[in-house]
């Protein structure tokens, strides 16, 4: 069985300074309309820095969603034009 959607349409439903949702009206394989929301980002970059003690590194990160500072690995969104590798030295 084929397993593409075929997009009929897309409209944005909100545009804002990070994040970009989509809806999407898709015809699925087996002929019947569906629809997606699609969250559109600019991309990302996240890194698991290991010293040579084979140590990680983590940063303290305050997260709004969940309103605490939380522990993670180093992440952060590509800005325009940045490469991932760009954004990995300097979340780094």
């Not at 980002?41 to 969940?66: C, F, K, N, T």
């Not at 605490?68 to 030295?89: C, F, M, R, S, W």
């Amino acid at each position: 069985m084929e397993l593409r959607e075929e997009t009929l349409s897309t409209a944005v439903k909100y545009r804002g300074k990070i994040l970009t949702v989509l809806e999407k009206v898709v015809r699925l394989p087996d002929g019947r309309r569906g629809m997606r929301e699609v969250l559109g980002h600019p991309g990302a970059v996240a890194l698991v820095a290991v010293d040579a003690d084979r140590g990680i590194y983590l940063v303290e990160q305050y997260r709004s969603p969940m309103e605490k500072v939380l522990l993670e690995i180093p992440a952060g969104k590509l800005d325009p034009g940045e490469t991932p590798a760009e954004a990995g030295v300097r979340e780094l």
